[in-house]
């Protein structure tokens, strides 16, 4: 049991224990059960939604771990309402994710894309680039590198969304995904998950070991138990 006073460096099962592509692909569909019950797409749109678009006006975005697409999908749903011109791009290091993501996407609007993200092309360039619930399955000097890494590809902006490490959520999540029956790995990761999460003097500390001015960022809580992280130039 965490105590929670520190990040959890506990491994989550999903990471390394599914049987087969079509464990993967349930897991996948309830992980975006979670997103929607959670609300997880809010802080991101919001965020997004904040940025000064003229109608008509073009944009890319790159979803970081964009796991069963989801997070893109409400994306270009909301560019598509504001008359965006949206090029949506995810990526992801497990090759099933965009099998299983690309099957949840029929329009073919979206290109999920294979690989890591500190081996792509330093040439290539996003307005703006994304991540939700990802950073917590780094170390943080891999967050570091992460920070640094979006600073150098995004040209706009960049915005992280992950977990508020908080009493709450760590004994709450366990009853809900219960009742819920969600996916076996859901159930058991959820708890590491919001124990590798984060606190806000922690997200400040690292931002400034990334090589950013804390000033220059936005630390904030979002409803439910989240921590964001946004910078805009």
């Known amino acids: 049991m965490s105590s929670l006073g520190a990040r959890s460096t506990e491994a989550e ?25 959670t609300r997880t797409y809010a802080p991101t749109i919001g965020w997004l939604d904040a940025q000064p678009f003229a109608a008509g006006s073009a944009l890319s975005v790159l979803d970081v771990a964009f796991g069963h697409g989801d997070m893109l999908r409400r994306i270009a749903a909301w560019a598509a309402a504001r008359e965006l011109r949206a090029t949506l791009v995810g990526i992801d290091r497990n090759p099933w994710a965009a099998r299983v993501a690309s099957a949840a996407t029929p329009d073919g609007t979206i290109r999920y894309e294979t690989g890591d993200i500190f081996a792509t092309n330093p040439a290539r360039h996003f307005d703006y680039i994304v991540s939700a619930q990802f950073t917590h399955h780094l170390s943080e000097d891999e967050i570091v590198r992460f920070i640094r890494w979006m600073e150098g590809a995004a040209r706009k902006g960049w ?11 760590y004994y709450g999540f366990p009853l809900l995904a219960r009742a819920a029956f969600w996916h076996r790995f859901v159930r058991t990761d959820g708890q590491i998950s919001i124990a590798r999460g984060f606190r806000p003097e922690e997200w400040r500390i690292l931002v400034e070991r990334a090589g950013v001015d804390p000033a220059a960022v936005e630390i904030a809580e979002r409803v439910p138990f989240r921590l964001c992280v946004g910078r805009t130039r």
């Open 159 to 169: 915005f992280i969304s992950d977990l508020h490490r908080h009493w709450f959520p």
């Open 13 to 37: 099962r999903m990471d390394t224990d599914c049987a087969d592509y079509e464990d993967y692909a349930r897991c996948l569909r309830d992980l975006a059960r979670v997103n929607r019950t």
